[in-house]
Structure formats: C-alpha cells, structure tokens
C-alpha cells in the first residue's frame, strides 16, 4: 500500500497496522518523504498519542523514530512521562535515541522490577535504554595503515573470481593461496591489501569449528576482544537477536551497533560457526568513480574481478573496451583502471544511467566517453577489441519475455561490434538463453562459461569469440558498427 493509503487510515479501527506500515515504508528515502508530506502538521501524531490502545501508541513512538523529525521530539517526552504500558516504553527509549535526545535519556531511570511478571518488561526496557545510549557513545575516526603484528586475512572476491583476486594480491606484494572464495595471506599491511580493487572484504580468522553457543564463542574471542565493536551472526535460523544479547552478556557487554570500529562476525554452519574479525576502521580510497549506482551496479569489487578476466583474453595492449548495456559506467572504469590509455566507450538507451554515468567519469577523472542511444539503433567507425557487459536481467530492467526478444537482437548484431580477434565477455542469469542464441549464430563461437553468485542470483559469464566466416572473394566480415536505422556514426 502507499503512504496515502496507509496515513488515511490512522483514523480508523487500522490505525496499529497502518503506523508499523508506515514505520516500514519509512526506511526508503521516498518513503518518509511520503510519508512527512501527507502528516503535514503532526495534528494526527498528537492524537494518536491520546489513543486508548496500547499498540497504536506503540506503533506511534516506532514511527516518530522512524521519522527521525525533531518537531515530533515534544510527543516522546510527553509520552516518557505518562505511558504506563511498559511494553511500549522501550520504543519510546529508541525513538528518544534516534532523535539525538541525549539529555532527555540521561535523566530517565529504568525501573525497578516488583514480580516475575515485571521482570520481562524491566529487561526489555534496560535494552532498550542502552541501545538507545550507545548513539551517543563516540570511537575513534581515525583510519590505519597497519596493524600491531601480522595476521592471517582471508581476502574475500567476488564468488568465482578467487584467482583474479590472487593476481592483484600477489601485484601488491602479497603470497597467498586459494580457500574457496577468499585470499589467505599473512600480513600487517592491512592498508595495502585494501589498494587491491577486486577485494570485497578483509576478514581476521579468530577460530573455525567452534560450537554454536554464546560459551563457546565467548571464550574463542575474549582475549582478542575489540575496544569498541558490534557482533553480526549469518546463517543462525534461530533466535538471533536473543543469541547476540547472551554472548554480548558473556563478553563484557559492549556490543554497539551504534559506534564500533570493528565487527565481531560469527558465521553458522548448523551446530558449529566460524568466527572472524573485520576492521572497519582501515583506510579505503578505492572506487573514487562511484558517485552514483543505479538499482541494478554491479559491486565494484566484481566490476574489477569480472573486467580483470575478461581483459586475460584481449591480445591489444590499449584495447578499445566498448559496454552496449553500461548502466552507471562500473566496468569501464574498471578496465580504464587496469589498463590506462585503454579507449573506453559506454551505450545506455536510459538518460538517467548516462547522466549518473558522466558524473561518475567525471568523480573518477576518467576519460571514458558515454552516449545516450539504444545498442540496437546505434553505430560506429570501428569495432571494439572487448565487449563488456552486465546484460539487462532481472526484476529492476525488464522481464524474461522482454530479455527473449532484446537478447536476439542483440546477439545478430553482437559480430559487427567486435574486431575480427574481438572478444565479448557478457554477465547474466539468462544463461540458457544467451547460451542457445550464440550457439545458433554462424558468426559466434562459446569460448569459456563459469557460474557465479552474486546478491542471492546466480549470473553466468560467458566468453564469447567471433568467427570469422569469409565471403566468395575470401574476404572477412568486416569490423565496422552498422545502425538499424542509419544513423549518422559516432567514432
């Protein structure tokens, strides 16, 4: 439902669904903008705040916070003063926290539990109090080179990409081997290894195999425990948040997801996790192109690994990288990164791609060129020595039904795009589809395909040569880019 749909409902019998509906749509840009618009004076907060039931006040005090407005900062002290439902005391706290009312927390004292029946409330409500006072808990901004002694780091790629990774790695100075998707190397320039573009993150092993239990964990990690850090579990099925609050009990209580320099990540495997540290208070300049990302930007750190192997396969020293589908311009820049003086050319029919990809060249100091046209409507002189590209697929740009039609098309005209020795490295989950339209071309020849795996998708990259099919002089195909509908070209 919209924010329209839902704020016309506050007054009615819905008003507790519609606030934590509310409270959802809230967490999106649009949404709270949405959202502030159609509350207009705060008229319906007030009196929501008045509401005979419990959940819809609530709902209200988890939508303020969401809102995060300090015009509604006088509804949450009123509401700290007068609430008696305990239960909806800790969103109060939160919301308080949230609005940066510190002074306003500090004078607040947790109560004190009179029955069993109490106690339940009581400890959610101290939670929520020391949460709500983390955000005012400062760290240490600064960002380092190194650290105290060297350490093993599992160097993570994009899945499939360990081996570029490892190349980049070994350029930077480094010796490692291969463990699945990551890197394992053994240093103390925790600075250096974040120069390596292809590396998605940095993660210190503490200890593997350690059983699944707030015990366990807590005596692998209490001697190297971080002075200011926050705890993150992956892959637990069970009570999360009730798993973190018993280990943060049995380590020394510290654990803010507010203010932390580093990250105490605990990865379950059924009854046994692997625990690692990551730092996030190291110095990273990488990516200086990346201004601005669409829904669909592939990961830089891929955009580096996928653009590294594709450029494995191109003989020409300065290659003419050309991308027909570029989107915010990632995997030029990428090339342009790994092979400076490289000519680079990107083709979007989306205006709002090429503008963010213009912005981004000019953030990056790129020389890479972007026109604005529709890859099936568009021409040049010369044909490019590597095509690259993240294909339209999924949800956010069209359908199977119009990647059918768009991918033919597409793939008829992908041999006059490319140099005779040109080469195509396309990226897409329409893996079977590009596979049976390239193996049904005269002009195309399938080299190499490798599956990935990338934000719960499973992409294919495919290696795509053209054949060179000679005419009755014995002549080649030719080179040149030829428009469906003639346009004048563009060098």
């Given amino acids: 439902m919209t924010a329209e749909d839902l704020t016309a409902q506050l007054n009615g019998e819905h008003a507790s669904e519609a606030l934590s509906a509310l409270c959802a749509l809230a967490k999106t840009k649009q949404g709270r903008s949405d959202t502030e618009r159609l509350l207009g004076d705060r ?63 500090e004078s607040y004292r947790v109560p004190v ?105 807590a005596n692998a990690v209490q001697s190297c425990i971080g002075t200011s850090y926050r705890i993150e579990v992956r892959g637990y099925l069970k009570d999360r948040s009730g798993f973190i609050e018993r280990l943060k009990t049995m380590l020394d209580g510290r654990n803010n997801p507010s203010a932390y320099d580093c990250e105490l990540r605990i990865d379950s495997r059924n009854d046994v996790c692997d625990l690692y540290w990551k730092l996030w208070n190291v110095k990273d300049t990488r990516y200086p192109w990346r201004a601005g990302t669409l829904p669909a930007s592939i990961h830089p750190a891929l955009a580096h690994t996928l653009t590294r192997y594709a450029l494995s396969f191109v003989k020409a020293p300065h290659p003419f990288v050309f991308d027909p589908f570029c989107g915010s311009g990632s995997l030029l820049f990428a090339a342009e990164v790994q092979r400076n003086g490289t000519k680079l050319l990107g083709v979007d029919k989306s205006g709002t791609a090429i503008g963010i990809a213009r912005e981004n060249a000019k953030a990056g100091n790129s020389r890479a060129r972007f026109v604005c046209r529709d890859i099936l409507r568009f ?64 002009r195309l020849l399938l080299k190499e395909k490798m599956r990935t795996f990338s934000g719960g998708l499973s992409p294919w990259v495919f290696v795509i040569e053209k054949q060179i099919v000679p005419d009755r002089h014995g002549k080649g195909n030719g080179n040149e880019f030829r428009s469906a509908d003639n346009h004048n070209p563009v060098s």
Avoid: W
């Fill in 43 to 105: 008229a319906i907060l007030s009196a929501l705040a008045e509401s005979e039931q419990p959940k819809v006040r609530k709902n209200l005090y988890r939508l303020i916070g969401a809102l995060q407005n300090e015009r509604d900062l006088p509804i949450l002290c009123r509401a700290l003063e007068t609430e008696e439902t305990m239960f909806a005391i800790p969103s109060i706290l939160l919301s308080l926290g949230k609005l940066g009312a510190k002074d306003v927390l």
């Fill in 113 to 217: 539990s009179e029955s069993e029946e109490m106690d339940k409330h009581v400890a959610e409500i101290a939670l929520a109090y020391e949460k709500a006072m983390q955000r005012f808990e400062t760290v240490d901004t600064s960002r380092i080179e190194r650290l105290a002694r060297p350490y093993a780091i599992d160097c993570i790629a994009p899945h499939g990409f360990a081996a570029q990774l490892k190349d980049e790695l070994r350029v930077l100075g480094f010796s490692g081997r291969i463990k699945g998707d990551a890197v394992r190397i053994e240093t103390d320039e925790i600075g250096t290894v974040y120069r390596a573009n292809g590396l998605v993150e940095a993660l210190l092993p503490i200890a593997s195999d350690v059983p699944m239990t707030p015990n366990a964990i």
């Fill in 379 to 442: 021409e040049a002189h010369e044909g490019a020595d590597l095509i690259v590209s993240n294909m339209p697929f999924g949800s956010r740009v069209g359908s199977h039904r119009d990647n059918e039609s768009l991918y033919a098309r597409f793939v008829r005209r992908l041999p006059n795009l490319m140099r005779d020795d040109g080469i195509a490295v396309l990226y897409t989950t329409e893996g079977k589809l590009l596979e049976r339209l390239v193996r049904e071309s005269p």
